[in-house]
């Protein structure tokens, strides 16, 4: 009896973001980006951290998967499971793939960069 029933979760088709009007769509662009700031807003954050905010805030505004650093926690898992994905929009992949995947790049390592923006910089005005 459970046989015949995994068959069918296997079977049904992977809810897509993309959808005008579904919830996974309104997630990725509505959500996600009011989660971000209110995040960003209510903890004392790090520079590091908030930078890694913004990071991400970058990402969810402007839907694009960015990869993860191969130094992340199972960094080189995200990079074989994204590909083909990464770099494309959050919308255009299974809904619960693209949520698992902007879970993984709030939590990767904070960027050091020369070019990583202040410590105020979480875009909370916007």
């Not at 402007?62 to 960094?75: F, N, T």
């Amino acid at each position: 009896m459970s046989g015949a029933r995994d068959e069918t979760v296997a079977d049904a088709p992977p809810i897509m973001g993309n959808v005008p009007g579904s919830y996974a769509l309104s997630v990725f662009r509505e959500r996600h980006p009011v989660l971000v700031r209110q995040v960003a807003r209510a903890l004392p954050y790090p520079p590091d951290r908030r930078r890694a905010l913004d990071r991400l805030l970058d990402e969810v505004v402007d839907d694009v998967m960015e990869p993860l650093e191969p130094s992340a926690y199972d960094g080189a898992a995200w990079a074989e499971w994204g590909r083909g994905k990464i770099g494309g929009r959050y919308v255009d992949v299974p809904f619960l793939w693209g949520r698992a995947t902007s879970t993984a790049s709030c939590l990767r390592p904070p960027d050091t960069s020369a070019t990583a923006r202040g410590a105020g910089s979480i875009r909370s005005a916007q």
